[in-house]
């Protein structure tokens, strides 16, 4: 059962019936131009390209996603603590659908952002200490949370955390599970169905090298993912 907050201190015990049909699959962490096409005609709902350039897979300054990638699979640039001008450029130079902010930005950049017809997806790292009450700030002005493992990164830190304390989230809006997933952890994660759990989003977790993915283990987890065992 998911806890659904009432008040601060008062919590009550409800189901949560996952508004999504199916988990959708998020690939994260894409930089090299012939695994990003390879990865793509698996049909990923969303993948992510990362412009934080302390990231271990920083796709460079002259980053452009490949001409012939598939419309259907939604582009979502990463970036951490970033002005708003140049998350704008990179935007428009890589025609991405979603900004993906994982640093301390302000709930009003979020609004200014998703004002201009972009989606929205605000990170929050997740420890066993998380007060999930530091989303309530920006409900109104995301699409989307993704809840990652606090770590040395901004993300693909290789680690999961406890997901059972996603019972303290209010599951107002829908999120992301992200944080060392691989193949193994699919039956785990297909029992959180009482959570608003829009999409796991796989980084590390699914690896041959730094940046490069292993569709291999990409088809497993979404063959898992919509095996009705």
């Known amino acids: 059962m998911a806890l659904i907050a009432k008040s601060d201190n008062d919590y009550t015990t409800t189901r949560f019936t996952n508004m999504a049909d199916e988990i959708k699959m998020k690939v994260c962490g894409m930089r090299e131009g012939n695994n990003i096409l390879e990865v793509s005609l698996l049909q990923p709902h969303y993948m992510g390209f990362i412009f934080y350039s302390r990231s ?8 452009r996603i490949p001409e012939d990638f598939p419309a259907a699979t939604k582009k ?38 998703k004002r201009r017809g972009i989606g929205v997806i605000k990170v929050l790292s997740v ?18 949370f993704l809840f990652d493992t606090k ?24 999120f992301f599970l992200s944080g060392g997933i691989t193949p193994a952890h699919i039956g ?3 029992k959180l169905k009482d959570y608003n759990l829009l999409a796991i989003d796989v980084n590390s977790g699914v690896e041959i090298r730094t940046a490069f993915k292993d569709p291999g283990k990409i088809k497993a987890i979404m063959t898992k993912l919509k095996s009705k065992q």
């Open 188 to 190: 785990e994660i297909k």
């Open 76 to 113: 979502v640039g990463v970036f951490v603590d970033e002005t708003t001008d140049e998350i704008l450029k990179k935007v428009d130079a890589c025609r991405l659908d979603f900004v993906q902010l994982h640093g301390n930005e302000m709930a009003e950049q979020c609004a200014d952002i």
């Open 56 to 63: 271990p897979r920083y796709v460079g300054d002259d980053f």
């Open 151 to 174: 770590g040395k990164y901004y993300g693909g830190n290789a680690a999961t955390f406890d997901w059972n304390i996603l019972s303290r989230y209010d599951q107002k809006v829908p």
């Open 127 to 144: 420890d066993d200490e998380t007060d999930f009450r530091q989303t309530e700030i920006y409900r109104d002005v995301v699409d989307y």
